[in-house]
């Protein structure tokens, strides 16, 4: 097995790439999934970010956990081999790449997994690691009426992609990221074991995995908590003109109980302007609803700031009794009145909104364009004075797509997984979402980026990236801080000759175990 893999190996350097050598691996391997040639065309290849291409070895699109478990043992066989996991291709900076590696296509295992269980009481789905958070949406909520509580905005990821990084979204406030909100893991870890994992069960790789950027495991099976799903959603947007009054507001809003606010709550930062992309017109929410600067005060400054909330109900729940409570929460926000637009839409509708957005993306030819997206955790004690510096100066026109901003509690966050957070209860996640045409504008975009970071280094603040992408060891040491020391030895531990996730590029591959 070995011996053929290792001549696949030394064939592709020498730019050989027969067919039968990708099928002679499949059966050496003993796969009961499939193996295809690698190539800088094919999706293993690229990512949604579209600033990098790599040439990985083969794209292996296995039948479950015991194929990944083979191909990983497999690679720790030979002097060089990396493994990584794919799932829908969403990274932005090659994260799920391997070049010259193996690419294990995770959405070819989305059907191994789909069981409802019970859990002292408490209603729970087994889903596989490659499922597509939609469709756990919309089987869950058509099947039982119930939905997973945590969501990220954008839902065609994959649920091992998203519990990888940590997966937030409106609702993170309440229950935290999706990484408080699984209980059970099956994990295929760098030396080729599959181990079932949860806070009692293995606890070091369950806490280790979740948030670990892929580099302790590969996950395959993940169990999530569900709460009945509401029928309908109360989608509301309201505008601000100083920054001050809308942190204000977004942080009253999310430290209140369950029942007494919002049941999400985001925000973003518009362009005080008419430009159809980064002004006015990104606020409203409907065809028929119309964005009138009239209302805007004269003392507002180059940039907006929007609050967007949404409060859940039923479809027994009077009408009266639902305007009565959103009324009375908007009642305590001092937002610009005369700048508040709403719409009602069904609950599977609204955690699908930006599937809309993507449509109307691809329509128009922006999709597949590149992506040099950022994201940023900002301590709250640095917002202020990032706002100041980077909204307010260096993307004062915008940037070709949403800024988004809102905060987030700590204490909803579980300090035994790998995330790295700010310091503080209160954080903001700030997401710089660019869409650009291909071209010279993309290394422009890239470089803004980095100087935003090098700022925020420079100037002391308070931040963690999230989904990270460095490339020094320094700057990863930096990253995680005094939980570097952790990482590594778990790393250690469960993927001792780094061979996950080389896309990450935290460590080196190595003939020997790391500790």
């Given at each position: ?7 696949f190996?030394?064939?592709?350097d020498?730019e ?6 990708v099928s ?9 999934g499939?193996i ?6 094919g999706i293993a290849g ?8 790599v040439?990985?070895?083969?794209l ?10 083979r ?20 990274s932005?900076?090659?994260?799920a790449?391997a070049?010259g ?5 995770m ?6 997994h789909f069981?409802f269980l019970?859990?002292n009481?408490s ?5 596989s690691?490659?499922a597509?958070?939609?469709?756990v949406?919309?089987?869950?909520v058509?099947?039982?009426g ?8 954008y839902?065609?990821l994959t649920?091992?992609?998203t519990?990888?990084n940590?997966?937030?979204s ?7 990221p999706?990484?408080?909100n ?8 760098g030396?080729g074991e ?5 806070e009692t ?9 979740l948030?670990?950027?892929g580099?302790?495991?590969i ?10 799903a509401?029928?309908?959603?109360r989608?509301?947007?309201v505008v601000?003109s100083?920054?001050?009054d809308?942190?204000?507001?977004a942080e ?10 919002f049941?999400y709550?985001e ?6 302007n008419?430009?159809?992309?980064n002004?006015w017109?990104?606020?409203?929410l409907?065809p ?7 209302h805007?005060p ?11 909330v ?5 479809n027994?729940d009077h ?10 929460l908007l009642?305590r926000l001092?937002?610009?009145?005369g700048l ?8 599977v509708?609204?955690?699908l ?13 922006i999709?597949?364009?590149p ?15 990032f ?6 100066g ?5 940037i070709?797509?949403p800024m988004?901003i809102?905060?987030?509690l ?9 995330v790295?957070?700010?310091g503080?209860?209160i954080f903001?996640?700030v ?9 010279p ?7 803004q ?8 280094i420079k100037q ?13 060891n320094?700057d ?8 570097w020391?952790?990482f ?6 469960f993927?001792?000759?780094a061979?996950l996730?080389p896309?990450q ?8 175990n790391?500790?």
């Amino acid at each position: 097995m070995i011996a053929c893999l290792e001549r696949f190996v030394h064939d592709n350097d020498a730019e050989s790439k027969p067919d039968d050598d990708v099928s002679s691996i499949g059966k050496s391997l003993d796969l009961q999934g499939s193996i295809e040639s690698g190539g800088k065309t094919g999706i293993a290849g690229k990512d949604f970010g579209g600033l990098y291409s790599v040439r990985p070895l083969a794209l292996i699109k296995p039948s479950g956990a015991e194929d990944i478990a083979r191909v990983v043992k497999a690679s720790s066989l030979t002097s060089h081999l990396t493994v990584a996991a794919r799932g829908n291709g969403h990274s932005i900076n090659g994260q799920a790449m391997a070049d010259g590696g193996l690419v294990i296509d995770m959405r070819s295992t989305e059907e191994n997994h789909f069981k409802f269980l019970r859990v002292n009481g408490s209603p729970y789905i087994d889903v596989s690691g490659g499922a597509l958070w939609e469709d756990v949406l919309t089987r869950c909520v058509s099947t039982f009426g119930l939905a997973p509580r945590s969501w990220t905005d954008y839902l065609s990821l994959t649920v091992g992609g998203t519990l990888s990084n940590a997966g937030v979204s409106g609702q993170a406030f309440r229950y935290g990221p999706q990484t408080s909100n699984v209980t059970e893991l099956e994990v295929v870890t760098g030396k080729g074991e599959i181990s079932v994992c949860s806070e009692t069960q293995n606890p070091e790789l369950f806490f280790g995995v979740l948030g670990g950027l892929g580099q302790f495991g590969i996950i395959t099976r993940a169990r999530v908590k569900l709460q009945l799903a509401p029928d309908m959603v109360r989608w509301i947007r309201v505008v601000y003109s100083e920054f001050e009054d809308f942190t204000r507001d977004a942080e009253f809003l999310v430290t209140q109980k369950e029942g007494e606010s919002f049941d999400y709550v985001e925000g973003f930062v518009f362009a005080n302007n008419d430009d159809q992309v980064n002004g006015w017109s990104s606020v409203p929410l409907g065809p028929d609803q119309e964005f009138d600067p009239a209302h805007i005060p004269q003392t507002a400054g180059s940039v907006l700031y929007c609050l967007e909330v949404a409060f859940h109900y039923r479809n027994s729940d009077h009408p009266s009794s639902v305007d009565t409570a959103v009324s009375r929460l908007l009642g305590r926000l001092g937002f610009v009145r005369g700048l508040k637009f709403q719409v009602d839409v069904s609950y599977v509708e609204f955690l699908l909104r930006v599937k809309r957005a993507e449509e109307h993306a691809k329509a128009n030819g922006i999709w597949d364009s590149p992506h040099p997206w950022l994201n940023l955790f900002v301590s709250k004690s640095d917002i202020v004075e990032f706002d100041r510096t980077v909204f307010k100066g260096m993307l004062k026109d915008g940037i070709g797509g949403p800024m988004l901003i809102y905060p987030l509690l700590r204490s909803k966050w579980d300090n035994r997984t790998s995330v790295a957070l700010p310091g503080g209860e209160i954080f903001y996640i700030v997401a710089l979402l660019r869409f650009v045409p291909k071209g010279p504008s993309v290394e422009k975009l890239v470089a803004q980026n980095h100087e935003i970071v090098q700022w925020c280094i420079k100037q002391g603040l308070g931040f963690k990236l999230y989904l990270p992408h460095y490339q020094s060891n320094e700057d990863w040491k930096r990253h995680f801080g005094n939980q570097w020391t952790r990482f590594v030895e778990r790393k250690a531990r469960f993927d001792p000759m780094a061979i996950l996730a080389p896309g990450q590029k935290i460590f080196k591959r190595t003939h020997h175990n790391l500790n």
